[in-house]
């Protein structure tokens, strides 16, 4: 079973920073979009930030953007997520995920990512 490993997660204070890192260990597939979810508890899992591994593109949800950067290695099949100016809102559980469908709409409600990491968690404190 291939599984995402993320890491990077834990506390930190409104307004302050923290960095993801999705690595796919021993991935054989070319992953065409990766992704990063967030699912804070009671909330539905919202996707925030994607990337389309081919050409880079990047996309974001209003909610983070300006403030969370996603970016990606390809040579370490790893993609990261820097969040800036975090807010308690941001607080949830973080999970990287990855395609290989061809497409690249990443961000499209139905782009089936079907890789999915277990998820790390991030606390925002005021």
């Known amino acids: 079973q291939v599984q995402l490993v993320e890491s990077g997660g834990g506390s930190a204070q409104a307004g302050g920073s923290l960095r993801l890192s999705c690595a796919a260990p021993?991935?054989?597939?070319?992953?065409?979009?990766m992704g990063w979810f967030r699912q804070a508890p009671g909330k539905e899992r919202e996707k925030i930030a994607a990337?389309?591994?081919?050409?880079?593109?990047?996309y974001y949800a209003d909610s983070v953007k300006g403030r969370f950067t996603i970016s990606r290695d390809n040579t370490k099949n790893t993609v990261y997520l820097q969040m800036n100016s975090l807010k308690p809102e941001d607080s949830a559980m973080y999970y990287c995920?990855?395609?290989?469908?061809?497409?690249?709409?990443?961000?499209?409600?139905?782009?089936?990512?079907?890789?999915w990491g277990r998820g790390t968690q991030v606390t925002v404190s005021s």
């Open positions: 021993g991935f054989t597939y070319d992953l065409n979009c």
């Open positions: 990337v389309f591994i081919g050409d880079g593109r990047i």
């Open positions: 995920a990855g395609g290989s469908h061809i497409s690249r709409q990443c961000w499209a409600p139905e782009y089936p990512y079907v890789y």
